[in-house]
């Protein structure tokens, strides 16, 4: 089993900043890639971004630029930096740990709110 808790979510204007983190812990040996998603009222749930165990990277086109993924293998933490944050970005953000394709764990989620 594998545990995932988010935090850092909150309510921020356009323009400002957040850090997300996310705790791993458990069978953290079995994770191939710590992922965020997010989900908005009414829309399916994307990838914002995520990090293999070899510290590869992707992001979602909407938030390139802006958004950054790191991780600390020492503490088994992964962090969303965000940054020129736009009310679009408004969601629930999801810690997603990647066993393979077809199978992940996911943590609580976390709202962010951006206003306007």
């Known amino acids: 089993q594998v545990q995932l808790v988010e935090s850092g979510g909150g309510l921020v204007q356009a323009g400002g900043s957040l850090r997300l983190t996310c705790i791993v812990s458990?069978?953290?040996?079995?994770?191939?890639?710590i992922n965020w998603y997010r989900q908005a009222p009414g829309n399916e749930r994307e990838l914002v971004a995520g990090?293999?165990?070899?510290?590869?990277?992707r992001y979602a086109e909407s938030v390139k630029g802006r958004f950054s993924i790191s991780r600390d293998n020492a503490n088994n933490m992964v962090y969303l930096q965000m940054d020129s944050l736009k009310p679009e970005d408004t969601a629930v953000y999801f810690c997603?740990?990647?066993?393979?394709?077809?199978?992940?764990?996911w943590g609580q989620g976390t709202q962010v709110t951006v206003s306007s």
């Open positions: 997603n740990g990647e066993y393979n394709r077809y199978f992940s764990y």
């Open positions: 458990g069978r953290i040996d079995i994770i191939n890639a």
């Open positions: 990090i293999t165990n070899s510290g590869s990277t």
